[in-house]
């Protein structure tokens, strides 16, 4: 074990710009030698991050290790200013109180009582795209409407307003795309818009999930004070669809460029879920790493000594490319049996929507196999145009014919 907190020797990172969905490959050096590296992000204090699988999981689950921590701290990040991170930004039990709240909208079993009103979403969708003519953007006229429309039936949010709480929800995953007072803006009028929905489900209740955080609030303020609960709100209403707005497009970009895949799908549908868990692995949804852990007693992690008050930051893609948890782990395996991918996190931050992802990516790939076999890029993938400024990698836009 080494014992090391030397803040010149920490390298700047992101270690890179990203690339399309590449992964560095500088990590696997690091798993490989240096598992637990010293970094400055371009803001706040330096950082360890960690890289490897078993180590990434310590630092996510271990209690040991504090997102709480960081409030009061100049936090490693990719902006300048320090964000609200709401529940993000809480340990047990205060996390785990509001968390159980949520948490009865995305069990598994009421995911599946969604799935057939997805696959009617996504049939709909997709038969638009048909009509509409190739080339297509599959970004505008899948990507991103289905995953909107599902999360407003599950919280109760009207669809009229998706052009606009999409609009704000760029505040909550931008780091260079927004200039700071126009994030502020967004997330304030977010928030306002929130507020304005739970106003009037004390006039008219509903049994949506804003409704029943409203009956929670109402019936025990204890448990949740209102402004816990309009930020909650909005988190999930943000994340609840970001995320798989950009990894639709991910999913079918890899399987269109990747040799063969698509074929193999077409012959064996049975493998969607797998290719699916396979996908999430494979993909670096993340274009950096943030929110930092700070270690509340001295740990020893990756043959390192992180001392108390440190913040640790990990690697999720580096995690899901180590080769001592993943046999072949640059290559996308669609059948790959065991598969314990860290895409949606671990520990109590694990994402809540995770199921909900799952069945929507599903649902995404079964409907675009079935009813457009032929499907293939419109135009060569050098000429793909690329997020920046942004937490998550994702296409601008996807042309494809079928």
């Known amino acids: ?87 993000l930004g809480m340990d047990p039990p205060e996390h785990s109180r509001l968390r159980r709240l949520a948490a009865k909208a995305f069990t598994a079993r009421r995911v599946e009582e969604l799935r057939p009103r997805t696959r009617e979403l996504a049939d709909e969708l997709v038969a638009g795209m048909i009509a509409a003519g190739s080339p297509a953007d599959l970004v505008a006229h899948l990507a991103t409407p289905l995953p909107i429309r599902v999360i407003c039936d599950l919280l109760g949010v009207p669809v009229a307003d998706q052009d606009r709480f999409h609009t704000w929800s760029e505040a909550i995953v931008s780091t260079t795309s927004l200039r700071p007072e126009v994030a502020e803006s967004y997330l304030d009028q977010l928030l306002s818009y929130m507020a304005g929905l739970v106003a009037k489900r004390r006039v008219t209740p509903t049994d949506d999930l804003i409704g029943a955080m ?50 193999r799908l077409l012959d064996e549908p049975s493998l969607v ?35 108390a008050g440190e913040p640790v930051l990990v690697s999720i893609h580096s995690a899901n490319r180590d080769e001592t948890v993943f046999p072949d782990a640059d290559r996308l395996v669609l059948d790959r049996e065991a598969n314990p991918h860290l895409a949606f996190g671990h520990g109590p931050h694990h994402c809540i929507g995770a199921q909900l992802a799952r069945m929507e990516l599903q649902v995404v790939l079964e409907t675009l196999l079935t009813r457009t076999p032929g499907l293939r890029l419109a135009v060569p993938p050098a000429a793909l145009t690329w997020k920046s400024g942004l937490l998550v990698r994702g296409l601008t836009a996807l042309p494809v014919n079928w």
């Open 1 to 87: 074990m080494t014992e090391t907190t030397h803040a010149t020797q920490a390298r700047p990172y992101p270690f890179s710009d990203p690339h399309r969905l590449d992964v560095d490959p500088r990590y696997a050096g690091l798993r490989r030698d240096e598992p637990l590296v010293r970094v400055q992000l371009p803001f706040g204090e330096p950082a360890w991050l960690a890289t490897r699988h078993a180590d990434v999981r310590t630092v996510l689950g271990d209690p040991r290790f504090s997102r709480a921590a960081a409030v009061g701290r100049d936090e490693p990040r990719s902006v300048p200013y320090q964000r609200e991170s709401g529940i």
């Open 273 to 307: 879920p797998s290719a699916v868990e396979e996908l999430l692995r494979f993909i670096p949804l993340g274009a950096t790493s943030a929110f930092a852990r700070y270690a509340l007693t001295d740990v020893e992690l990756g043959g390192v000594l992180v001392r």
């Open 214 to 263: 409203v009956r929670a609030r109402d019936e025990n303020a204890d448990r949740l004070t209102e402004d816990e609960m309009v930020r909650l709100a909005a988190g999930l209403l943000a994340a609840g669809h970001e995320t798989t707005v950009t990894q639709i497009p991910n999913l079918v970009y890899v399987l269109l460029t990747e040799p063969d895949v698509w074929q």
